[in-house]
């Protein structure tokens, strides 16, 4: 059950990222796999082996969610793009609770720091910081996505060049680090680089015999530079968490609302009683789902 449910995850995960404006890492962060997400992420090869009933089925199902699953989500946005909005804004909403209760907990109070930290007030205003922080910085990223030109064809695959294989590379790597903080895309990341439309239109590609090679020429550098970004990012996160756990959670809690903000489409675009109906078994539906998810990892800290 449990691996199957890993498996479900990581295709919702995998989905998530080739979605611009859409976090992976949030979708991480709503499933309540952070934390190990982040640690299993290493060049040791004794601790990936240990962590493979955690590693085969999450990065399974991301592998599928990018190569099969990205198709439905591109029919969903274009048929039903506020409902799938509501649906995301429910699954990041009902995430909220878990990561705010681990931003305020005592690590310090036993094995799994179940106990409430004391709120001081040096302590409360360090938090509330961080979590403006972690919201501005998505607000930042908000704005700037507003600038990037989308109407750019998806189906562009350029010949290969050493510049170019060097900005997938650096685009790659970006992307990765960026991915794996909560609520900031590593797909937006490259569409502001230019190279989303030449890598995405390049995956289905690798299936067609006549461009395989030239599609592998040109996604080669992008999957270097994602597992040297996932590498060092995870490691960054990790540290954090263990250093900070608490001041950690807060900038995710911070990228969390933030993200529940930009997602939501707005009342103004429901018209309609079924519509409305639609828009808010979506949001219940992600809710409840990341909500119950989030309390069912029996490995989570």
Same mark, same amino acid.
């Given at each position: 059950?449990e ?7 990581g295709i919702?995960?995998?989905? @998530? ?6 976090s ?7 499933? #309540? ?31 599928? *969610? ?5 198709? !439905? ?45 004391? !709120?001081?007030? %040096?302590?409360?205003i ?35 060049? +050493?510049?170019?294989?060097?900005? +997938? ?6 992307? %990765?680090?960026?991915? +794996? ?10 569409? +502001? ?13 690798? =299936? ?13 550098? #992008? ?9 060092? *990012? @995870? ?10 756990? #608490? ?12 993200? %529940? ?16 109906? @639609? ?15 989030s309390? =069912?990892?029996?490995? @989570?800290?």
């Open positions: 059950m691996l199957l449910r890993l498996f479900l995850v919702v995960v995998g989905i @998530a990222n080739v979605i611009p404006g859409v992976g890492g949030t979708m991480v962060v709503v499933f #309540n796999l952070y934390d190990r997400f982040v640690n299993v992420i290493t060049v040791n090869v004794k601790k990936l082996w240990a962590s493979r009933k955690f590693i085969i089925p999450l990065f399974g199902g991301m592998a599928m *969610g990018v190569l099969i699953f990205s198709k !439905l989500i591109q029919v969903l946005y274009s048929n039903f793009p506020v409902q799938t909005n509501f649906a995301f804004c429910g699954l990041i909403i009902g995430s909220m609770p878990l990561i705010f209760r681990n931003s305020v907990k005592d690590y310090n109070a036993g094995d799994n720091g179940t106990c409430r930290r004391k !709120l001081t007030p %040096a302590f409360v360090s938090v509330v910081l961080c979590i403006l922080a972690g919201f501005a910085l998505i607000m930042y990223f908000s704005i700037l996505e507003g600038t990037v030109d989308k109407s750019v064809e998806a189906s562009i695959m350029p010949q290969p060049t +050493i510049p170019l294989a060097i900005k +997938i590379f650096i685009a790659g790597i970006l992307g %990765a680090v960026v991915m +794996i903080v909560p609520g900031i895309s590593g797909s937006l990341i490259m569409l +502001i680089m230019g190279v989303y439309t030449i890598v995405f239109s390049s995956i289905p590609e690798l =299936f067609n015999p006549a461009h395989t090679v030239h599609a592998l020429m040109l996604l080669l550098p #992008n999957g270097v530079g994602v597992l040297i970004g996932l590498l060092g *990012g @995870a490691k960054l996160i990790s540290f954090l968490l263990k250093k900070i756990p #608490n001041h950690t959670y807060a900038v995710i809690f911070g990228l969390l609302c933030g993200s %529940a903000v930009v997602i939501f489409p707005g009342l103004k675009e429901i018209s309609g009683v079924v519509f409305a109906l @639609a828009c808010i078994l979506c949001i219940v539906g992600g809710f409840f789902l990341s909500y119950l998810s309390k =069912f990892d029996p490995e @989570a800290k």
